[in-house]
């Protein structure tokens, strides 16, 4: 990463080119999240079929580290059950406390982690649409954000 790019090339090419920021016609759950700390507003929306995630999608008014975390985060659940996308989502927001990749990480979400561990103030810009995932996958309008 350069010096004067405060974010590495996969961070930057999920601000750049965002994957499913959108709203879909077809979701079957929503939730919204707002991080009072940046100003973060985000709506995710999640399409639940025969017990799997089919699609998902998110709309924001965020930072770029909202954003990168929320396209990483709808390419790597769809075609996930809803439980195993929460326990995703609990991994991820845990590894983002403890500051460290789980081994089994991919370059995106290692991309993530190694954001937040060089930008600590931003932790909670990654973890938004972690959980504000939950609350989609549950049709819970209002994510819980723990302060």
């Known amino acids: 990463m350069a010096a004067d790019q405060p974010y590495d090339d996969i961070i930057m090419d999920h601000i750049r080119n965002a994957r499913n920021y959108r709203v ?23 399409r639940v079929e025969d017990g799997v995630i089919r699609d998902a999608a998110y709309q924001c008014s965020c930072c770029g580290v909202s954003m990168a975390s929320a396209s990483i985060m709808t390419e790597g659940v ?37 954001t937040v561990r060089q930008h600590p103030a931003r ?15 549950e049709n819970r309008l209002q994510t819980a954000f723990p302060h």
């Open 78 to 114: 769809i075609g996930l059950e809803p439980a195993a996308a929460k326990a995703l989502a609990a991994k991820v927001t845990a590894a983002v406390h403890a500051g460290a990749a789980p081994r089994d990480a991919t370059p995106e979400l290692a991309a993530v982690l190694d």
């Open 123 to 137: 932790a909670r810009c990654a973890t938004l649409p972690w959980a504000t995932l939950e609350a989609a996958i």
């Open 24 to 46: 879909p016609a077809d979701a079957t759950g929503k939730g919204n999240g707002i991080n009072p700390l940046c100003g973060d507003e985000l709506t995710v929306y999640v």
